[in-house]
């Protein structure tokens, strides 16, 4: 049973030496932010969201019908 409650201290004991010698500056200091969505999509995701290929794939299938 002393052992658990050792190991518990030393590893609080690190913890808290852990986070009093990290640099302001250090990356794993900082905050995580939250996750952002973009406003709007940037361009076309796939084919079937690009006006353009839409476009060319039902002038390709009024030919084709022809």
Request: aromatic fraction near 6%; proline fraction near 14%.
């Amino acid at each position: 049973m002393h052992y658990l409650l050792l190991l518990i201290l030393v590893v609080a004991l690190g913890y808290v030496l852990w986070h009093l010698t990290r640099s302001p500056g250090d990356p794993a200091s900082r905050a995580p932010r939250p996750a952002s969505r973009p406003s709007a999509p940037r361009g076309p995701i796939g084919p079937d969201d690009d006006p353009d290929f839409l476009l060319d794939l039902r002038r390709k299938n009024q030919d084709r019908d022809s």
